[in-house]
């Protein structure tokens, strides 16, 4: 049983113990994407501690006597689940080698206690048709080999976090074939960090990059805290079509402690862009390798990272919204003159739009 | 912000220039016969091809053109919502007006003989267009053939003996109205294929902002746009006389001071020399029938005319040979990167009925281009430059039988004078007594050119009457670049934040300090990174391109010519910026984004 699986060795048959999101990050290395090293601990290490710690059955009966009906048993299920699967022991085997790949990921970095992502990635997550986007906990900034087993461990808790259950039985997903498998990754300080969509969320436009940008760490992008700059820029020409800079009032800091904490942003910098135009150009080619690797349309975390100076990507998923749309095939008319009648009644207008 | 522009009837005459509405077609001044109609119309000034005052003979193109354009508009083609453009002079200034039609029944009324007579055209494109040229030719060919001698001492002795029965004085009336008949016919022949090119292309840049909703428009100009382009012919055979020189070893003397005659002449004797020589006489037919403007005006410098043009150019080319410069165009990296953004597009489009259809009216904007750019070095260069060579030499016959001083005076007299005035010649020949003219005309050209000058200083606002809601005739957006955007910043006035913005006609982004050209003679002062700002731009004005880093022009569209140059030249131009001259002064430094359209002064 393999139990670290690094991004950089990562192979298709992987994906089945890595989940949606530790799988989404192999494949994004394995692609030549910017994705910060890291490795999975893959789901079997989940199993087999809870296995080893006896703590299978009881937690599959558990849940199996939640009423669906009723969220006080959910939620009370959800916390007995979790209060065991925090305090059992790691296996001494699990927590050497845990222990051992984070010294490697150290090394690479330069840095023996460098600061990691630890997250969650349950085996059927991010299916394109089963978003577990939230349910599961993520933590920031972990830095040493204590914290990170840690954190391990409070990631496969967070399996049984309500939502988790209500969402899986919502969706008839047996809760016993349900696994954790968590990421450990190099954590980026981004300066500004946003969203790209690999079209215009506003009208399903295939030849634009969306992307929506603000200071500091994603969080606030991603929470909807602030209102975002945003840009649209052209696949093909690379040109940036529209630019909306907005007051920015809110970013997600890193203080001394290794907290992530939201603070607001000094007047002066508020409505300053947070990208210079080829870093836009930088997070859309990185939005359109994604999507030319996935060969569908993509909805992309990324960072500028402080120290790279660099953007770095985060996570790709497919985007859902307009993929979905049955196709409007037609949308143009065949007819070369009713098409020209149509277009010299409608004109269509002479300029590009600026919001500058 | 004004909801309507001035009227055309609060404008004053400019003083000393009162009088001038005589001197043009009474049929092409604002008057109070149609007062209710002209004032509730919109009109806007043509900066595009008549940025100055106009001479009244040389109104005479203009009201063939606009007329013509509306006549294939209107009775030709039968364009469902679009009649012809108006057109009134005003203080020596062309104002036109889009006229649509406003009934909604006649617009669909108008469809099924649209889709008969334009349906036949598209369908027989390329059959069709192959028999222009060959028209326009023989157009040209019989231009060439006009002459005005003066009338003869006696008639030909060949007149009696062949009992011809008419004399010379019918043959100058005849050639007269031939010259102007062929000027009506070449542009009827214009039109001929234009308004249909432009709606196909107008149909396939629809097609493309359904498709692509925020496709930036040079990305559709690229994917359409011409390699081969007649009009940069001039150009392409000045650089290829640039390396020659070099090769035959005849730079130096080309390089030499002196005007055009003197250096060429030096050139004679040598076989390099006459080598060269040869290839210079080869491409001045018809290459050299080049207008240094938009070739609307009998002032503008024809290079076959004024040789010192082209061999300036010539000589800034041969200077770039000699330090080891390329001056091949990019053309397979345009080629490469055109067939790139093609290619790409066509891989975004999911639904295969679609891509079909793109690729279809891609095809048929193919089809229709080439005539959109080369129609004009035919018409507007050559057959012009025939045509003012030929009323000049009417011009000097007048001059020879003491009716004016100066051959160019023929233009400030109007179409339908100059029979009046041939007749008064005739008069005095044929009675053997005095004509008026000689004493008539020479105090009146000089009341005349008062009149110009004094028209000169007016300036004229870019537009007056009521603006439409929206702009839907295809010419006065895709050539005029007039759209309801730019009629709205027009009438909010020039913006005072130091930025300029209009059409995005050519991307990229470049700095540099500006060059403020309000006319072809200032181009020379242009120096290598300079960003070159002007009312507008002419094909002659090709060599500067290789220079700049940007353009910014006053007016024009994604059509102008400086839209089309700069594509093809890679460098970024902002056009119908409208205050662009106005607010810019050389030496400014400027930020001009090709991509977003905006130009932005920096210091």
Known sequence: MAQILWFENYQPADAAVLGGKNTSLGTMFSAGLPVPPGFAVSADCYRKALADAGLSGQIDALVAAVDMRDPVSVSAAGERARELITGLAMSADLDEAIRAAYARLGEKCGDERVPVAVRSSATCEDQPDASFAGEHDTYLWVRGGDAVTDAVRRCWASLFTDRGIAYRLERGYGQHGAAMSVGVQQMVRPRAAGVAFTLNPLDGDRSQIAIDASWGFGEAVVSGEVTPDNYLVDKVMGTITRRTISAKTTEYRLTDADAVVAAEVEEARQSVPCLTDEQIAAVARLARRAEKHYKCPQDVEWALDEALDDVVLLQSRPETVWSRRPKAGGSCNADPIASMVHTLLHPVKGTPESTC | ?603
């Open chain 2, 1 to 603: 912000m004004a909801d309507r522009f001035p009227s055309p009837f609060e404008m004053p005459t400019p003083p000393g220039a009162e009088g001038w509405q005589d001197l043009y077609a009474y049929s092409s001044v604002f008057s109070d016969d149609r007062r209710e109609y002209e004032d509730g119309a919109f009109w806007f000034m043509d900066g595009v091809h008549t940025p100055e005052v106009i001479l009244p003979w040389d109104a005479t193109i203009l009201e063939y053109a606009i007329i013509g354009l509306s006549q294939y508009n209107t009775r030709h083609y039968v364009i469902p919502p679009a009649l012809g453009v108006d057109i009134r002079f005003l203080n020596g200034y062309m104002y036109l007006s889009p006229v649509g039609v406003a009934d909604p029944k006649e617009i669909e009324a108008r469809v099924p003989e649209f889709a008969e007579r334009a349906g036949y055209y598209f369908a027989n494109w390329d059959r069709l267009y192959a028999a222009w040229m060959p028209k326009l030719r023989a157009l040209i060919d019989e231009l060439e053939t006009i002459s005005f001698p003066a009338l003869p001492h006696r008639e030909d002795m060949a007149v009696i003996t062949e009992g011809r029965g008419t004399g010379s004085s019918l043959d100058l009336l005849t050639t007269y109205h031939k010259l102007i008949d062929l000027t009506m016919k070449l542009w009827h022949h214009h039109f001929e294929f234009l308004n249909l090119g432009y709606a196909a292309y107008l149909d396939f840049f629809g097609a493309c902002k359904q498709l692509f909703p925020s496709i930036p428009d040079q990305a559709i100009a690229k994917m359409v746009a011409g390699i081969q382009v007649d009009l940069f012919r001039p150009d392409e055979e000045l650089k290829k006389l640039a390396q020659l020189a070099v090769d035959l070893d005849v730079a130096d003397r080309l390089l030499a001071e002196g005007a055009a005659a003197d250096v060429l002449e030096s050139l004679r004797g040598s076989a390099g020399g006459d080598k060269w020589l040869a290839a210079w006489e080869e491409a001045k037919q018809p290459w050299f029938n080049f207008s240094a403007g938009s070739g609307f005006y009998h002032s503008d410098k024809v290079w076959l005319e004024y040789l010192d043009i082209p061999l300036g150019f010539l000589r800034t080319y041969i200077t770039k040979v000699q330090r080891g410069e390329s001056l091949e165009r990019p053309m397979e990296a345009v080629v490469a990167e055109r067939d790139r953004i093609v290619e790409e597009y066509t891989e975004l489009i999911d639904d295969d009925e679609d891509r079909a259809t793109f690729a279809a009216k891609l095809g048929l904007a193919r089809t229709v281009f080439p005539y959109v750019e080369n129609h004009n070095f035919y018409v507007e260069h050559w057959a012009h430059s025939v045509v003012w060579r030929k009323m000049r030499d009417l011009g000097r016959m007048l001059v020879d039988a003491g009716f004016f001083e100066n051959p160019d005076d023929v233009f400030l007299l109007s179409r339908h004078e100059v029979p009046e005035v041939l007749f008064d010649l005739y008069h005095g020949w044929a009675v053997g007594a005095p004509s008026r003219g000689p004493k008539y005309w020479p105090r009146e050209m000089a009341r005349r050119s008062g009149i110009m000058t004094a028209l000169r200083q007016w300036s004229p606002p870019p537009a007056l009457g009521v603006p439409p809601e929206v702009i839907t005739e295809p010419f006065t957006v895709m050539l005029w670049g007039i759209t309801s955007e730019s009629v709205k910043q027009w009438l909010g006035g020039a913006s005072d934040s130091g930025a300029l913005s209009g059409f995005a006609a050519s991307p990229g982004i470049a700095e540099g300090p500006a060059r403020v050209i309000l006319s072809a003679d200032g181009i020379a002062d242009l120096r290598e990174g300079e960003i070159l700002v002007a009312p507008l731009t002419a094909p002659s004005w090709a060599p500067v391109f290789g220079k700049i880093a940007a353009t910014v022009t006053d007016v024009g569209g994604i059509m102008s010519h400086a839209a089309i140059v700069c594509r093809e030249y890679g460098l970024p131009a902002v056009t119908g910026t409208a205050f662009g001259t106005k607010n810019i002064k050389t030496g400014q430094r400027l930020r001009v984004d090709g991509n977003e359209g905006t130009v932005t002064v920096l210091e």
